[in-house]
């Protein structure tokens, strides 16, 4: 139930208010409201001849927030969420960014604000940009750069000292506004039950690092800091996204009874590490993970990935002016290559364009963006900028096993001009005197249908495939995958989409081409058990969601996979298909669906 006109309540009468699961787990304790707003703005125009002194004032508050960032970034790196830093590390390069000064200059010399008012409307502008995307990752990435200016402001306004970590004497429910990635990387799962904000989602930093930390955090939980008071009692559910104010003693109790729950199952699944991920008769999936930050290397192998199926690199574009450069690129490779060596690392290669950076690629103009110039089409369109991730990614390669994987590839003629760079590539790191692997497996997502359709011509000229089953239902059943209203349509289950796998699967089989599934289908148990059955033996997922995946398939035998597949692929409708497989297995998975 979310109050929608009436902002009074009374204390101490149950509320409860519904927000975005962002790191499992389930707390019940004491509210500590933090003030993270940010401090007013003054707009007072400047006289010519004092441009020098404000850009002084603006140099020095910059100094000043460089530092109280490397501060955090030495504290986290020594904390809990250590692989984190890399985070608060690209927060330093944003508040040092030259064109970031350059805008507030220009502002102060040219229409006299002063820095403030510069520096608030400049971040303002990036951010706004960000916000307007798609995707889900960049307009996040908003707040990043609203924290940055933030930072400064406080700076200026004479607020010195490192983030607002909370002081607390008593564990406690952190509330706030919204948290940095310097704030929550900051807490500790001892002094910290539970994180809630009233903005962000599952893929903000701070749900990234809650995951990392193992902290239950509930997120866009709107307006509950007009809800909530300090000390007030709450049960904070990280599984279902609510959190519950003032609540009753049986609902404590109940939120207690499920907490143990959850954490039997925690503990269970964690033991599981170690275990061979196979089927209840004994035949080996492997399950690799997805990340989109170098960081999150380090943190896959513990939650027992067998390697890296998919690094989405295009995250590491921060800056849509100045892609990283080969030398940048090459570093974050090798380390991430190191990181899982002698495991194995399929580097996607940037799926950029569409939605995103529309500034850096105008082309995305297009009327229908998620069709246009956008992923491989964009790389073939700019060599300039694709052939440096390509020599990037082969150097990378003397240092662990190393995949290159292409996204978006909809017909031969694609694949072979990638083909055709990556030799281009491989000569000039050679003439340059730079070692690399001796054979680099050059693979295609199959997430356009038409990949699907013709993936036996594919299987004769690609290494492997990667099913991409987010954008493969997207283009399958033509529904936008960011769309809210037709998400019910977006199932992964449609026969449509059946069909597609498994033509796919087949192709690869007549060619002895190695298939797999990086697509949100690989993690969920039910999904993961019905792809096993049409024959995939490679899934790559959230690297939280594979401990879940592995105990439900050890739970299930080949043969009944198999038999429930078969079943599944003569059903009529998606609606069929999930009915079948929840019959068949939900009531096994009972605990790890999240009762
Ligand atoms: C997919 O489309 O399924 C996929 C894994 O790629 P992304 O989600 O990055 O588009
Ligand atoms: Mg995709």
């Not at 990234?208 to 559910?237: H, K, N, T």
């Not at 055709?420 to 249908?449: C, D, F, N, S, W």
Request: aromatic content about 4%; some cysteine; hydrophobic content about 45%.
């Amino acid at each position: 139930m979310v109050p929608s006109d009436d902002r009074v309540r009374r204390f101490n009468s149950t509320l409860s208010l519904e927000g975005i699961a962002a790191s499992s787990g389930l707390a019940i304790g004491p509210a500590r409201v933090l003030d993270t707003r940010r401090p007013g703005v003054v707009h007072r125009r400047i006289p010519k001849h004092g441009v020098q002194e404000e850009m002084a004032r603006f140099d020095e508050a910059v100094a000043v927030a460089s530092e109280e960032l490397r501060l955090v970034a030495d504290h986290v790196r020594a904390g809990a969420a250590r692989a984190e830093a890399s985070i608060v590390e690209a927060y330093i390069l944003m508040v040092e960014d030259e064109s970031l000064r350059e805008d507030v200059e220009r502002r102060v010399s040219i229409d006299r604000q002063c820095v403030e008012w510069a520096l608030d409307t400049a971040v303002r502008e990036m951010a706004d940009t960000l916000a307007r995307s798609k995707d889900p990752y960049l307009a996040e990435r908003s707040h990043d750069f609203e924290f940055i200016g933030d930072r400064v402001l406080r700076i200026l306004a004479g607020q010195r000292g490192t983030a607002v970590l909370p002081d607390l004497s008593e564990p406690a429910v952190v509330i706030a506004h919204d948290l940095s990635p310097a704030e929550t990387a900051g807490m500790s799962r001892e002094k910290v039950l539970a994180i809630v904000t009233e903005v962000g989602t599952r893929t903000s930093h701070t749900a990234i690092l809650a995951r990392a930390l193992e902290i239950p955090a509930v997120v866009g939980v709107q307006d509950i800091l007009s809800y909530v008071g300090s000390s007030e009692q709450l049960i904070v559910d990280g599984l279902s996204g609510r959190v519950v104010l003032a609540p009753t003693q049986d609902m404590i109790f109940e939120a207690m009874a499920r907490a143990a729950r959850h954490s039997a199952v925690t503990r269970g699944l964690r033991e599981l590490r170690d275990m061979p991920a196979v089927t209840q008769c004994g035949v080996p999936i492997h399950l690799q993970a997805n990340i989109e930050l170098p960081g999150e290397a380090n943190l896959v192998m513990l939650q027992g990935a067998e390697g890296i199926g998919l690094y989405r690199t295009e995250f590491m574009v921060v800056d849509p002016g100045a892609p990283p450069s080969e030398q940048e690129q090459y570093e974050t490779y090798r380390s991430v290559l190191e990181a899982v060596a002698p495991l194995p690392v399929t580097l996607r290669t940037f799926d950029l364009g569409g939605d995103k950076f529309t500034s850096l690629f105008p082309a995305s103009m297009d009327a229908n963006p998620a069709l246009g110039l956008r992923a491989i089409r964009l790389g073939l369109a700019r060599p300039e900028m694709f052939l440096p991730q390509l020599r990037a990614m082969l150097r990378a390669s003397a240092h662990g096993s190393l995949r290159i994987l292409v996204p978006m590839v909809a017909t031969l003629r694609e694949l072979r001009a990638v083909r055709k760079l990556l030799e281009t590539a491989r000569r000039e790191v050679a003439a340059a005197g730079h070692p690399q692997a001796e054979h680099v497996a050059l693979g295609i997502m199959i997430e356009v249908p038409s990949a699907a359709v013709v993936a036996d011509l594919f299987a004769a000229e690609a290494d492997f495939f990667s099913i991409g089953t987010n954008d493969l239902v997207q283009y399958a059943l033509a529904v936008d995958r960011t769309s809210r209203a037709l998400a019910t349509l977006a199932s992964p289950f449609d026969p449509a989409v059946l069909r597609l796998i498994r033509m796919t699967v087949t192709a690869g089989d007549r060619h002895s081409r190695p298939v797999g599934v990086c697509g949100a289908m690989a993690n969920d148990p039910l999904g993961a058990a019905l792809l096993v059955g049409m024959g995939l033996r490679d899934l790559s997922m959230e690297s939280s969601g594979i401990p879940q995946v592995k105990e439900a398939l050890r739970r299930v035998s080949l043969a009944e996979a198999e038999e429930l597949a078969n079943r599944a692929c003569a059903c009529v409708t998606a609606e069929g298909v999930q009915q079948l497989i929840a019959d068949a297995l939900a009531p096994r998975f009972a605990d790890l669906l999240g009762a």
